[in-house]
């Protein structure tokens, strides 16, 4: 199994900056795929952005040019860069770790991190 551990939430005033980490650890899949996911009350989760373990990323159109996403195969961490933050980006972002070969599964999930941002 794999554990993922989050760190990084908390709350912030519009057009600020909040790194987000993810440090995975147990039997991580060597051929995988790494993502963020949000949840805000009310609505369903949606996919923020994904990292192959190859290193090809992708985003969702509402965060494309303001978050980056990236890893540290050495560490097993994956990080979230959010920059330019707006209320709109105000959920619980969720890590998900899964074998890019069996992409429709759930993964693995971690425990989610609060993310507020203030007008």
């Known amino acids: 199994q794999v554990q993922l551990v989050e760190s990084g939430g908390g709350l912030v005033q519009a057009g600020g900056s909040l790194r987000l980490s993810c440090a995975a650890s147990?039997?991580?899949?060597?051929?995988?795929?790494m993502g963020w996911y949000r949840q805000a009350p009310g609505k369903e989760r949606e996919l923020v952005a994904t990292?192959?373990?190859?290193?090809?990323?992708n985003y969702a159109a509402s965060v494309k040019g303001r978050f980056t996403v990236s890893r540290d195969n050495a560490k097993n961490t994956v990080y979230l860069q959010m920059n330019s933050l707006k209320p709109e980006d105000t959920a619980v972002y969720f890590c998900?770790?899964?074998?890019?070969?069996?992409?429709?599964?759930?993964?693995?999930w971690g425990q989610g991190t609060q993310v507020t941002v203030s007008s």
């Open positions: 998900n770790h899964r074998n890019i070969r069996s992409w429709w599964t759930p993964g693995y």
């Open positions: 147990g039997s991580i899949f060597s051929v995988n795929v």
């Open positions: 990292i192959h373990s190859g290193g090809t990323t």
